[in-house]
């Protein structure tokens, strides 16, 4: 039987974490925060919102959406209740508090010209639902704000925040771990990559300032979205902390654009070089030093691989922070040994000419992929695929050679240069 639920979010802002709470218990907290962000994304007093009705009467899932109303007397309340079997509630408590969205309703009211996407009720249940990264505030009131109609659910996009939620909802896809939220969020990113390239109806009024501040290392070549260094650059922005898209996009395209067609399908060019390299970590992420491999391969000065490094450097420093706490979690200290070995190459004009070694360069390129792979495996608590550098103390039957000797294999050789590379993966 549906119920009444009279509840206080003062209760919820406790120090614990979703983990430390019970299930039920965090199941409540997840779907209450989602109702007041719904009634709080607006100005209006009463509206039938996106979010679905979270009972299952004799097991079967309740095809209603909540509806919620606003009160301000005696104290702010939020009066919800489910169109199809009435389960309703109360909420106080909750203004001020991590679910008020109210202080960013205001923006979304502005008079702005907006673009309505109408998503199914599976796609947005998926938005809203799992492990969602952190979000800007305005997406945040953007999505929230979803309203159910005979269309679905619609939710209205500024013309000026489009990009944004785009690039924001794209960014959410690729870190999704859970195969059947990733394609209902990669649904609505298409929905809305499509509705960004319509032409306007009209002017949205003076054009924004499309330039960000570039290092000089990452000038010239490197910025083709199918290069060396886009690929190192994704590698890192995937593998490791997440990091907007509107933090990195504009690097990758041109300051000046023939038409605003031009500029979408750069744009669409650079994020799907970004999802490949996604898709190889998510999917096929013990294959992925081929790629780096293949890399390697493509110039025989280890060019490439400069340009590959630079890219996973730069990507590293758009979050330092985060990136010293997860390197701090590895108990051996030479995760990132092929970037120093790339680094040593390239700085030191004595050393160049190493990676003119063809051994060399693809052990190089191989430990990149593996690296990078553990990287993906560390930030996200998985378990490792067995994909370990060599092991300098691994027992061998065979007598040790010196690094200096011919190496055994017969490839005229030195040793150190080629079957006993500390940068050799296994």
Request: glycine share 6%.
């Amino acid at each position: 039987m549906p119920g009444s639920h009279i509840t206080d979010m003062r209760d919820f802002d406790l120090p614990c974490t979703e983990a430390e709470l019970p299930a039920q218990a965090a199941r409540l907290r997840h779907f209450l925060g989602n109702v007041v962000q719904a009634a709080t994304a607006t100005l209006h007093w009463e509206s039938i919102t996106g979010l679905p009705c979270q009972r299952r009467p004799r097991n079967r899932r309740c095809l209603g959406s909540i509806a919620v109303r606003k009160a301000d007397l005696p104290e702010p309340f939020v009066f919800w209740e489910c169109t199809a079997c009435a389960d309703s509630g109360r909420i106080a408590g909750f203004l001020g508090g991590s679910y008020d969205l109210s202080a960013f309703a205001k923006r979304g009211s502005e008079c702005e010209q907006t673009r309505d996407v109408a998503l199914t009720v599976e796609e947005y249940r998926s938005w809203i639902s799992g492990d969602m990264i952190p979000y800007d505030s305005e997406s945040m009131q953007i999505i929230y704000s979803a309203a159910a109609s005979k269309r679905g659910i619609v939710v209205s996009v500024p013309e000026s925040a489009l990009e944004m939620l785009r690039d924001s909802t794209a960014a959410d896809a690729n870190h999704e771990s859970n195969r059947k939220r990733q394609a209902g969020v990669y649904s609505i990113f298409d929905k809305l990559n499509q509705l960004l390239e319509k032409p306007k109806t009209r002017s949205s009024g003076r054009s924004r300032d499309r330039h960000t501040r570039i290092s000089p290392r990452t000038a010239g070549r490197h910025r083709e979205a199918d290069s060396a260094y886009a690929h190192g650059f994704f590698s890192a922005i995937v593998a490791g902390p997440t990091v907007m898209p509107t933090r990195w996009l504009q690097r990758f395209l041109s300051p000046k654009h023939a038409s605003v067609e031009a500029l979408n399908a750069n744009s669409q060019r650079v994020m799907n070089a970004y999802n490949e390299v996604a898709e190889q970590l998510l999917q096929r992420r013990h294959r992925f030093g081929d790629a780096t491999l293949e890399i390697a391969r493509r110039d025989a000065q280890g060019n490439t691989l400069v340009d590959w490094h630079l890219g996973f450097l730069d990507a590293m420093d758009l979050s330092p922070d985060e990136w010293t706490a997860l390197l701090s979690s590895f108990k051996r200290k030479d995760i990132l040994s092929p970037l120093a070995m790339i680094s040593q190459c390239s700085e030191d004009p004595s050393k160049r000419g190493w990676l003119r070694d063809q051994t060399l360069r693809e052990n190089i390129g191989r430990s990149l992929g593996v690296m990078t792979a553990r990287l993906w495996e560390a930030y996200r608590g998985e378990p490792s695929m067995q994909m370990e550098f060599e092991d300098a103390a691994q027992r061998r039957d065979e007598p040790k050679v010196s690094r200096n000797a011919p190496c055994p294999c017969g490839s005229a050789k030195k040793y150190k240069r080629c079957c006993g590379s500390t940068l050799r993966a296994v």
